[in-house]
């Protein structure tokens, strides 16, 4: 169970990645965010997200047409 989800369901880039960067700020250091969004490029655009800026990508999946991210910050 992820500490806070962010439904960014019918955003299309940059914005499900700028509203996560901006929601991890408000998470401690080891919690977790979910991130919900409907964009079809936003798996790709999590994966560098994460590999840039130091967090964790720790679930993947799609489901209906909706991407789910689990993401640790770590950095």
């Known amino acids: 169970m992820a ?7 019918g ?9 996560a960067k901006k929601a991890l700020k408000d998470i401690p250091t080891g919690g977790t965010l979910e991130v919900l969004a409907t964009d079809p490029g936003s798996a790709a655009d ?3 997200f994460c590999r840039t800026t130091g967090n964790e990508l720790m679930e993947h999946s799609v489901d209906g047409g909706v ?4 993401i ?4």
Do not use: G, Q, S
């Open 11 to 19: 955003l299309n880039c940059p914005l499900p990645i700028l509203r």
């Open 3 to 9: 500490d806070v989800t962010l439904d960014a369901k």
């Open 46 to 48: 999590f994966d560098a």
């Open 67 to 70: 991407y789910r991210f689990l």
């Open 72 to 75: 640790k910050h770590t950095a």
